[in-house]
Nanobody, 122 residues
Framework: QVQLVESGGGLVQAGGSLRLSCAAS????????MGWYRQAPGKQRDLVAR???????SYADSVKGRFTISRDNAVNTVYLQMNSLRLEDTAVYYC????????????????WGKGTLVTVSS
């Protein structure tokens, strides 16, 4: 009984900023890592950023220096601060949690949010 709910997507002008949030609900014992993926029309879903429970982060080369991922383990929430947005950042952004241990659910399961659309305009 785990769900991921994203928020913060929308339309923003190139060069602007957005902050995405994703909260994992449920009675959760632990989450190994949470991250953000994105998928543009006609393209595959790719990793944007990921953060482990210990705070280790990784980023796609295309967003390094512009995006920052952070996590609040106490409330099982991950954030993605997106600055200097470009047209090519337009995509549906999906929240992911892996290695989730929660009651009423298989141990160590991965979960995905339904996605939030980020549109960057010129």
């Amino acid at each position: 009984q785990v769900q991921l709910v994203e928020s913060g997507g929308g339309l923003v002008q190139a060069g602007g900023s957005l902050r995405l949030s994703c909260a994992a609900s449920g009675i959760i014992y632990s989450i190994n890592a949470m991250g953000w993926y994105r998928q543009a029309p006609g393209k595959q879903r790719d990793l944007v950023a990921r953060i482990t429970s210990g705070g280790t982060t990784s980023y796609a080369d295309s967003v390094k220096g512009r995006f920052t991922i952070s996590r609040d383990n106490a409330v099982n929430t991950v954030y993605l601060q997106m600055n200097s947005l470009r047209l090519e950042d337009t995509a549906v952004y999906y929240c992911n949690a892996d290695g989730v241990s929660a009651v009423r659910a298989p141990w160590g399961k991965d979960y995905w949010g339904k996605g939030t659309l980020v549109t960057v305009s010129s």
